[in-house]
């Protein structure tokens, strides 16, 4: 796929676990206080804290 400009993050999910990578953002994308490597991915826990520029997430995972 092609990335836009816009595009500063991905999340997707591997073997039933959710997972955020920064794609190189300007401001990069922080979880917990640290800061993720660009291309790098992190595995996203129940009530992790995401931030992304100036926009800060609380993340939820709901098992259905």
């Known amino acids: 796929p092609t ?3 816009s595009d500063l993050i991905r999340i997707y ?3 039933e676990k959710i997972y955020v990578e ?3 953002s300007t401001n990069g994308t922080v979880i917990n206080g640290i800061r993720l490597p660009a291309g790098r991915s992190w595995q ?12 800060q997430y609380h993340i939820q995972i709901l098992l259905i």
Request: aromatic share 0%.
């Open 13 to 15: 999910e591997d073997a």
């Open 3 to 5: 990335r836009r400009s």
């Open 44 to 55: 996203l826990a129940d009530r992790d804290v995401l931030c992304i520029g100036t926009r």
């Open 22 to 24: 920064d794609l190189d």
